[in-house]
């Protein structure tokens, strides 16, 4: 999994779009590994561990989008 790739000194709302585009590729990803999952394209019990990894991705850049909203207001 990787970690959240914000580059230190940017403009904060550069940060933020940064966050969003990171944040709908992972939407994008989990949806895609949830209809893997539905048409039985991957073993259930393999799609539900990466489908745990990209939630706690998803919960993580969730985290970093909200604190640098708030910091901006």
């Known amino acids: 999994m990787t ?3 914000i580059h ?3 403009d904060p ?3 933020l779009d940064q966050l969003r585009q990171q ?3 992972v939407v994008a990803q989990r949806d895609a ?3 893997a999952i539905e048409t039985h394209q ?6 539900l561990r990466k ?5 706690e991705r998803l919960s ?3 985290s970093a989008f909200k604190q640098g909203w708030d910091a901006q207001q």
């Open 3 to 5: 970690q959240t790739q």
């Open 8 to 10: 230190p000194g940017s």
């Open 13 to 15: 709302s550069a940060q």
């Open 23 to 25: 944040i709908a590729e």
């Open 33 to 35: 590994l949830k209809q």
């Open 42 to 47: 991957i073993p259930a019990s393999q799609g």
């Open 51 to 55: 489908l745990t990894q990209l939630d």
């Open 60 to 62: 993580q850049l969730d």
